[in-house]
């Protein structure tokens, strides 16, 4: 067998089949999926171009494009689920990071969802999730944070916050 990062190591389509692709279920078309598997294998762009008869070039379009869609994707389960949290807290601009944890606990009690964090690690997920939109200790932006029923933390931007 030929080495990791070769095209003759991977056959795509048993690998796309085994990973249940599926072009009318998913985001990616077949073209995005098979140039992502091979990428995700270390295979070089110039050799799926060889591989698939284009250029290089476009391949790497295509691995862009692909990316891009996955981004989008993820994009859209994390805004799915944060407006179906049954747990879902407005926290304001001004607001003092170590003030969130209590906010969220206490929101959580009250509907009876457990999260699994603790108050350390709750203000590092959701500082790390907001981006730029907090900085430091400070809420610089307005965020929703939302808690699943899972107990999973999702944390947004929010535009026009409802603030209490």
Not at 94 to 104: A, F, K, M, Q
Not at 123 to 150: C, E, F, H, N, Y
Request: proline share 2%; aromatic share 2%.
């Amino acid at each position: 067998m030929a080495n990791e990062g070769s095209v003759d190591a991977v056959d795509v389509a048993e690998l796309l089949d085994r990973a249940g692709f599926d072009a009318d279920q998913s985001v990616l078309t077949r073209r995005q999926a098979e140039v992502l598997a091979l990428r995700e294998r270390d295979v070089r762009q110039a050799d799926i171009a060889d591989l698939l008869g284009t250029s290089r070039a476009n391949v790497s379009s295509v691995e862009s494009s692909a990316r891009d869609n996955v981004e989008k994707a993820r994009e859209t389960v994390a805004f799915a689920e944060a407006l179906s949290a049954p747990v879902r807290i407005e926290i304001a601009a001004e607001t003092d990071l170590y003030d969130v944890p209590d906010r969220v606990y206490d929101a959580c009690d009250a509907a009876d969802v457990k999260v699994n964090h603790t108050a350390p690690d709750l203000m590092k997920l959701v500082s790390d999730d907001a981006g730029d939109a907090v900085q430091g200790r400070k809420v610089v932006d307005p965020i929703l944070v939302g808690i699943t029923s899972t107990g999973a933390v999702r944390v947004r931007r929010s535009e026009h916050a409802d603030i209490e």
